[in-house]
């Protein structure tokens, strides 16, 4: 695999569309088949046919053995070269195309075997053009000193890639033969087993009980549904969902530990055949990041709990009037019980639309466009055996719109996490216009900058606009949530992951006990001495997906560290601020270093000065709402 495709392969008109979604209520416990047409994405703005994208597929494995030809002969000409090089961009800007397509069918229908067979396929396709391409890093490093200078200087449009090839250069240490390249890139479908296993297990074959919800109906609980029903405003619901969901994981924590310890031992494997010192410095490297910057984050915040997130759940403990500790079933549910409004979906795009006008008129028409049902860029509402949670897929072509995959529910949190995810589309959207293909993905350091950027400068509008007291006690809660569950949560997931690695490096298996004793020391001194433990609560980790994509929490954290950064610049230096974002990162791709990127949009993250600012946030905010709601309702 080249250093092309793998930073590639690392991530996957202006119209105000009417009112359609008042009237509909989500469900997630609904066939696909009963979600109206108008609220799915459209996957024909790629393919017309499952047959168009067969015809595609052919044509994409029919290419493989024509790069595979160009082995040995790299240094011929500048000429080569470059053909070489514009070739197997085709072959990846198709595969990506082949990959969504079929992306947008599983993930609708994970119990569909039809369109799981068409993800099977595409992954064997680009097993296949990764094998074949994993000569070319070998056989450029290998080529006399001077050669590739040469043939920019004699080919014009080799200059572009002068950092693609400086990569290679700085990735020479950890690079191997051309035939171990082959050999290591044929491993991965197989790599990708124990993620596959526990996705089908968690989304499709794990079946929890029903409870009885707010109106005294039996319903069925769901991954999908879980988050719902664990901030109900009824306490009995909460600790019902609470109990249930971990429960049933407790039930197969064996499976998933063995599954995760699958995904450490290929993180391993990549340890010791490229000659890391770590796990984490094998994840890192790629980005030009340093471990430093890794332990940095957990060092500050580790520092810093006692005034920030104990404080936060001693807040929470009082406001509640809980005479015990705070437990999970009082962790996730507003702290203003009642108060919050139903955002139905177009609510929500107005908000958006008002929100987000700090950063312009033309970014704005791309909130519009993106997050109109008509668009067919985002797939609105849950149904059975769809993929839980929410995405945003760019496509990394000019021609193509990102895809967005949602599970709305008409929640305040929904709002944000379409502020979130659409954050992430129009990433994708400026770097693919911005950026040659080479560098038109971005890195994930990177990734959840303009996701979370977007969330804080939606939430500061409405902070400002609101005037209710009650309501601007909820948006504060909702800031207090959002820093725990994003820095604080996605913290102490990096560390969990960063100790359970080491561990693994130690010639050790992670089994269900090991974590489960990890992860609950760890929730002890992250939360503090107001919160306790329930009887099956350190299972959770068996519920988080990410912990397969090696080190990606990180960025989570760092994403919203940076994000509430980047927003506190466009609120007090305006346009200016707002312009050097989009120009400066947004379609900056993966054209410099991460942190170079993100130090020339205004933040620095090679110093704590922006974990501090955010921490003092997070504490102020704290105050901020302990001292309105002690005003507002005298207590």
Avoid at 107 to 131: C, H, I, P
Wanted: glycine residues 6%; aromatic residues 12%.
């Amino acid at each position: 695999m080249t250093k092309l495709t793998r930073g590639l392969i690392l991530l996957f008109a202006t119209l105000f569309a009417l009112p359609v979604s008042a009237d509909y209520t989500p469900d997630p416990t609904v066939p696909r088949s009963e979600i109206p047409k108008e609220y799915q994405w459209n996957s024909t703005h790629i393919y017309a046919s499952v047959e168009d994208w067969e015809a595609d597929l052919a044509e994409v494995e029919a290419i493989v053995p024509e790069l595979a030809a160009f082995e040995g002969r790299l240094g011929e000409s500048a000429g080569t070269l470059y053909e070489f090089i514009t070739k197997t961009e085709d072959a990846t800007r198709t595969l990506y195309k082949l990959s969504r397509y079929a992306g947008n069918l599983a993930d609708t229908d994970m119990a569909n075997s039809e369109y799981q067979q068409l993800r099977g396929k595409v992954g064997f396709a680009w097993q296949n053009f990764s094998a074949a391409v994993s000569f070319a890093d070998p056989e450029v490093l290998a080529l006399p000193e001077g050669t590739i200078e040469g043939f920019m200087a004699e080919k014009e449009e080799l200059e572009i890639y002068e950092k693609y090839f400086n990569d290679i250069l700085r990735m020479k240490p950890h690079t191997l033969s051309k035939e171990e390249e082959g050999i290591l890139s044929m491993t991965g479908q197989v790599r990708g087993v124990p993620n596959d296993v526990a996705s089908k297990l968690r989304n499709v074959d794990m079946k929890f009980p029903d409870i009885v919800d707010e109106n005294g109906e039996s319903v069925p609980l769901t991954l999908a549904g879980f988050t719902k029903y664990r901030a109900s405003k009824a306490y009995n619901v909460r600790k019902q969902a609470a109990d249930a969901f971990f429960a049933t994981f407790r039930q197969y924590e064996n499976t998933l530990a063995a599954s995760l310890d699958g995904a450490v031992k290929s993180h391993l494997m990549t340890k010791k055949l490229r000659n890391y010192d770590s796990c984490l410095e094998a994840a890192l490297f790629e980005d030009d990041i340093t471990p430093a910057t890794y332990n940095m984050l957990i060092e500050t915040i580790n520092a810093n709990l006692e005034r920030t997130l104990h404080k936060y759940v001693s807040l929470r403990k009082k406001v509640m009037g809980l005479e015990g500790p705070v437990t999970f079933p009082n962790l996730y549910n507003s702290l203003l019980e009642g108060v919050e409004d139903d955002y139905p979906y177009d609510e929500c795009r107005e908000l958006l639309v008002a929100g987000l006008k700090p950063l312009g008129k033309e970014y704005v028409g791309l909130i519009e466009t993106g997050t109109d049902p008509a668009s067919g860029w985002i797939d609105i509402y849950p149904n059975k055996n769809k993929r839980t949670g929410a995405y945003s897929s760019g496509m990394l072509a000019k021609d193509i719109h990102p895809y967005v995959l949602h599970n709305y529910d008409n929640t305040l949190a929904s709002v944000f996490t379409t502020a979130h995810e659409f954050g992430h589309a129009l990433h994708s959207h400026y770097s693919a216009n911005a950026q040659p293909l080479v560098y038109s993905g971005y890195p994930i350091f990177l990734a959840e900058v303009a996701s979370t950027c977007n969330e804080e400068i939606l939430l500061n509008y409405m902070l400002k606009n609101e005037k209710d007291p009650v309501k601007k006690l909820a948006l504060l809660n909702r800031r207090m949530e959002n820093i725990r569950i994003t820095i604080f949560r996605q913290t102490l997931f990096a560390e969990f992951e960063q100790r359970f690695h080491e561990h693994a490096e130690g010639n050790n298996t992670l089994t269900a006990d090991y974590l489960n004793k990890l992860y609950a020391e760890l929730v002890a001194k992250y939360y503090g001495p107001d919160f306790e433990m329930g009887e099956n609560d350190e299972v959770e980790w068996a519920y988080i997906p990410h912990f397969y994509y090696n080190f990606y929490v990180f960025s989570y954290a760092t994403g919203l560290t940076s994000g509430i950064a980047m927003a506190g610049l466009i609120e007090e230096e305006g346009r200016e601020a707002a312009d050097r974002y989009i120009d400066n990162m947004l379609k900056a791709g993966d054209s410099r270093p991460p942190l170079e990127i993100l130090k020339s949009a205004g933040v620095d993250m090679e110093t704590p000065t922006p974990i501090l600012t955010m921490l003092d946030l997070f504490e102020d905010t704290v105050e901020e709402f302990d001292k309105l709601w002690t005003k507002t309702f005298k207590k």
